[in-house]
Structure formats: structure tokens, C-alpha cells
């Protein structure tokens, strides 16, 4: 059974830092590139950050750009989403998901089709 389990989330302050995990298991984790999406109150899911398969590679929402950082670790299955510079607007429920094919164009990462398996999120709250 396929899970991802999102960690790391918390309160903090607009400046600070977080990190945020997500731990999979049910299948062979390097054979997939990873995403973040975060789903603000009010609002639609919104596309964060994709790596690829081997963590040489990543893509960015413009919005994140500079402030947010992804990598992975395929021998501990995980992957890490470091976030910087955090606004309040970074106020969300942020999810792991799994990219359901290899191949993708980059405008296909904000397409939520392009996921099978999702966590069930972590709270990130920037607030003074």
C-alpha cells in the first residue's frame, strides 16, 4: 500500500524557517519524482515544487522561488521541502504527492492529474 505520510509543519513566525518531510513506503521510491502542493483557506491547491527522481533536479512556483528549497533522500524514502523567508501568505496545508508518470512538462506539475498518490498534509501557519 502506497502512503505518504507529511510531517514538520507547525506556527511560526514571518522571517523563520521550517521543514517539512515526507516519509514513503509501499513502493520503490526512486523511480518517482515528488511534488509539494499546498492548498491555502479559501483557495484552490496550488503547485509548490517538483524534484526528480534522483534529487538532481528541481522546479519552483515563482512564488517560492529564492525561500524554498527541495530535496530528497532515496535511501530513507523522503523527501524535504526547506522553507525560508516564510510570509504569511505561505499560510497553508501542505501536501506530498507523488508524480504519477515520468516525462512531464513543466506547466504539467500544476496539474492535479498529474498526481496518484497523495499525504494527508501538514499545517503551516506564519503568523506573528
Known amino acids: 500500500e502506497v502512503q505518504l505520510v507529511e510531517s514538520g509543519g507547525g506556527l511560526v513566525q514571518p522571517g523563520g524557517s521550517l521543514r517539512l518531510c515526507c516519509a514513503a513506503?509501499?513502493?520503490?521510491?526512486?523511480?518517482?519524482?515528488m511534488s509539494w502542493v499546498r492548498r491555502a483557506p479559501g483557495k484552490g491547491p496550488e503547485w509548490v515544487s517538483t524534484?526528480?527522481?534522483?534529487?538532481?533536479?528541481?522546479h519552483f512556483a515563482d512564488f517560492v522561488k529564492g525561500r524554498f528549497t527541495i530535496s530528497r533522500d532515496n535511501a530513507k524514502n523522503t523527501t524535504y521541502l526547506q522553507m525560508n523567508s516564510l510570509k504569511p501568505e505561505d499560510t497553508a496545508l501542505y501536501y506530498c504527492a507523488r508524480v504519477a508518470r515520468l516525462g512531464l512538462y513543466y506547466v504539467q506539475y500544476s496539474y492535479l492529474t498529474s498526481y496518484d498518490y497523495w499525504g494527508q498534509g501538514t499545517q503551516v501557519t506564519v503568523s506573528s
Open positions: 513506503s509501499g513502493f520503490t521510491f526512486g523511480n518517482y519524482e
Open positions: 524534484i526528480n527522481t534522483g534529487g538532481g533536479s528541481s
